[in-house]
Nanobody, 122 residues
Framework: QVQLVESGGGLVQAGDSLRLSCAAS????????MGWFRQAPGKEREFVAA???????GYRDSVKGRFTISRDNAKNTLYLQMNSLKPEDTAVYYC????????????????WGQGTQVTVSS
């Protein structure tokens, strides 16, 4: 089992940057596929980015070129660098871990963090 703790959220202005971190417990972090999801008020949770154990990445179209997902297996930490933030990026951001599958579907992930709020003002 793995526990995930997100940090790095906050209130920023449009065009600013933030870096989210997700610290994972346990010794098997490197064996998990990892993902970032977000949920805005009144909306369903949506995929943001994911990274395979090998480091291959994938993004939703609206964040391509602005967000970068990365992982540091030595530190058991997942990151999401967010640049050129827009008001529509406002949401609670969650990291998630999958024991078996790289996926854009939240249902395929086994473990979730508690979330960190990102608010982008116009």
């Amino acid at each position: 089992q793995v526990q995930l703790v997100e940090s790095g959220g906050g209130l920023v202005q449009a065009g600013d940057s933030l870096r989210l971190s997700c610290a994972a417990s346990g010794r098997t972090f490197s064996t998990y596929a990892m993902g970032w999801f977000r949920q805005a008020p009144g909306k369903e949770r949506e995929f943001v980015a994911a990274i395979r154990r090998t480091g291959t990445t994938g993004y939703r179209d609206s964040v391509k070129g602005r967000f970068t997902i990365s992982r540091d297996n030595a530190k058991n930490t997942l990151y999401l660098q967010m640049n050129s933030l827009k008001p529509e990026d406002t949401a609670v951001y969650y990291c998630a871990a999958s024991r078996t599958l790289y996926s854009v579907r939240g249902d395929d992930y086994d473990y979730w963090g508690q979330g960190t709020q990102v608010t982008v003002s116009s």
